[in-house]
C-alpha cells in the first residue's frame, strides 16, 4: 500500500467515527431522527470527498517526484561516467581520430552530461528535497576538480590526480544514488509517515 493510501484511510476512518461519536452523545441516548441520519450521512460524505481529493494530490505528487528522481538518477550516472572518461586509466585509441579530436570528444560528452545535471537539479529544485540538491552540488563540484586536471594535461602539463579525482566523483555519485534510494523505499515503507515527514525523521 502507498503511504498516501496508508496515511489517508485510517485517518479518514477514524475522523468519522469520532463525528458520529461526538454527534450522537449531544443527543444523549435518544434515538436518532431520520433527520438526524441524514444530516450524519452528509457530514460523512463530505470527509470522504475531502480526503479523496487530499489523496489525489498526494499520488500525484509522488508520481511527479519519482519522474524527477528517475530523471536525476540516470543524469547522475552519466555525469560520473562521463567524468571518469576524461582522463580514463586505460583506454582503446582509434589510430585515424587525432589527440585534439579525442580530447573534444571527451570534453563534448562531459559539457553534455554537466549540463544536463545542473538544469536538471536547478529546475526541479522545488519538486524534491533540499538533501538531495545539497548532494548533487557536491558531486557537481568533485567533478570540476577533474576537469580543470584536465584541460591542465590537454595543454601539456602534467597533473597525477587521476585516480583520487575519480574515487571522490564515484564517492558523491553513490551519494546521491544512496539518498534516492532511501527517498523511494520509504515511500513504500514508512507505511504511516509521509515522505516530509520522513524527511525530518532522518535529518
Known sequence: MNWYLAVALPVAGGALALFVRSYLSEKGKNLATREDIQDITNKIEQVRA?????????????????????QLSESVVDTREA??????????????????AALDRKWKRYTEAARKLRVLSETRRPFYPD??????SQLNSATIVEVSHFNLEATGHKVDSQHKNVEAVIAAAEEVLKAIRVRVVDWEAQGSETPEQSKHARK
Not at 580514463?88 to 587525432?98: T, V
Not at 538533501?131 to 548533487?136: D, F, H, I
Open 50 to 70: 475531502l480526503f479523496a481529493t487530499q489523496i489525489h494530490i498526494a499520488q500525484h505528487r509522488y508520481q511527479n517526484e519519482y519522474a524527477i528522481l528517475l
Open 83 to 100: 567524468t571518469k572518461g576524461l582522463r580514463p586509466e586505460a583506454e582503446y585509441y582509434d589510430p585515424k581520430e587525432s589527440r585534439e
Open 131 to 136: 538533501n538531495l540538491y545539497k548532494l548533487v
